[in-house]
């Protein structure tokens, strides 16, 4: 039971409000921007800038079990997505299914 | 949350929403994670409660890890903030689309606990046709179910962990990074947007090499920056 409550606090205090810290001050910043001013979009190209950052860097040091595939296979998959995507009528669902689907194929055929 | 400036009928409406193509590709990332947390023996508990409490996968898996390594309180601390930082531009996106006038700031606070990646790209592909008073009670909605399937998903995979195969896995794995890539493109609506995608891609592996801490706010700013500079002339407003 002590081992719970140390846990949970563990959680609280290295988890919960060292992420929560930043959601607070984008609240506190979000507040205070006009909608459609020039500075969102700057905001807009950063956080777009970012995540793109975010998906390269998944396919280049994948993490866990996602290793178990080549670098070029999770390149090609990803390629395939955004191909489905505008192939199948701009559909999110689709294309995300191809991505995961070519990455087996790829991987299938062609061996990790 | 008190007063009427929020439209809270629209509560359920999101969290219908959200039960469609991002609640299953968020399950395929968490039935992944709960793996991990098995494979890492710290007990499914530390997992679990990671998923409500920290609701940002990168920042759990850094958790997870150090902690299994039986790491420091401040080391901890720190390694998940870094992770974190990513988030405060998505948090003043979604905010400046959902406040609104005399609207409880409580709400707002209370919101932005549940803003990472996936809520960011649900906010921006699916939310545009609501009114702005159903706005935040709409994301709520969509959080709240995210967040309660995802606690779930976390035991699933916990479970699974032995039974799924290594490639199985991994492509259950690749649909989350899939996902955030395909919604840039299905949300990009300026010119803008398409350079920011091709310069993060390519900055942030620049990045990585020398500060792999950094990559990730790196590509933002410096992407970010010059996508915005480069296309700013001739941009005109929808």
Redesign the interface.
């Known amino acids: 039971m002590t081992d719970t409550i140390g846990l949970v606090g563990v959680i609280l205090a290295a988890g919960w409000a060292t992420t929560y810290v930043w959601r607070f001050v984008g609240v506190y910043i979000g507040q205070r921007m006009a909608p459609d001013s020039e500075l969102l979009m700057w905001v807009r190209a950063v956080a777009t800038a970012l995540v793109s950052a975010l998906v390269v860097r998944l396919l280049l040091v994948p993490p866990g079990m996602l290793g178990h595939t080549s670098l070029e296979a999770r390149v090609v998959a990803m390629a395939a997505g955004v191909a489905g995507f505008y192939l199948f009528g701009r559909g999110i669902g689709a294309a995300v299914a191809v991505a995961a689907v070519s990455l087996f194929l790829v991987t299938w055929v062609f061996g990790a | 949350m008190s007063g009427t400036a929020y439209d809270w009928t629209a509560l359920p409406h999101g969290m219908r929403a959200a039960l469609?193509?991002p609640g299953?590709?968020m399950a395929a990332s968490f039935i992944?994670f709960g793996?991990?947390v098995r494979?890492l023996e710290v007990g499914l508990?530390?997992g679990v409660?990671?998923t409500p409490?920290?609701?940002?996968l990168?920042?759990?898996?850094v958790?997870v890890n150090m902690?299994a390594e039986g790491a420091g309180?401040?080391a901890?601390?720190?390694g998940?903030?870094l992770t974190?930082?990513?988030?405060?531009?998505?948090?003043?996106?979604?905010?400046?689309?959902v406040?609104v006038e005399g609207g409880s700031?409580l709400a707002?606070?209370a919101l932005?606990?549940f803003?990472a990646?996936t809520i960011?790209r649900v906010a921006e592909?699916g939310m545009d046709h609501e009114e702005r008073p159903r706005r935040l009670p709409w994301l709520m909605g969509a959080g709240l179910a995210l967040m309660a399937s995802m606690i779930v998903m976390t035991c699933a995979g916990y479970v699974l962990a032995q039974v799924?195969t290594?490639?199985?896995?991994?492509?259950?794995?690749?649909?989350t990074?899939?996902?955030?890539?395909?919604?840039?493109?299905?949300g990009?609506k300026?010119t803008?947007?398409y350079?920011?995608?091709?310069?993060?891609?390519v900055?942030?592996?620049v990045v990585?090499r020398f500060y792999p801490e950094l990559?990730?706010?790196a590509?933002?700013?410096?992407?970010?920056?010059l996508?915005?500079v480069v296309t700013r002339i001739g941009r005109r407003?929808p």
């Open positions: 469609g193509v299953i590709v992944g793996a991990l494979g508990l530390a409660l990671s409490l920290i609701w940002a990168p920042g759990q898996v958790f902690y309180l401040a901890i601390g720190l998940v903030t974190a930082v990513r988030l405060l531009p998505m948090v003043v996106l979604v905010i400046s689309k406040r700031r707002l606070y932005s606990h803003i990646v960011w592909d799924l290594p490639l199985l896995a991994a492509c259950l794995m690749f649909l990074p899939s996902f955030f890539f395909i919604s840039l493109f299905a990009a300026f803008m947007d350079v920011s995608i091709a310069l993060g891609a900055i942030g592996p990585y990559d990730l706010i590509a933002g700013l410096v992407g970010g920056t996508a915005y407003k």
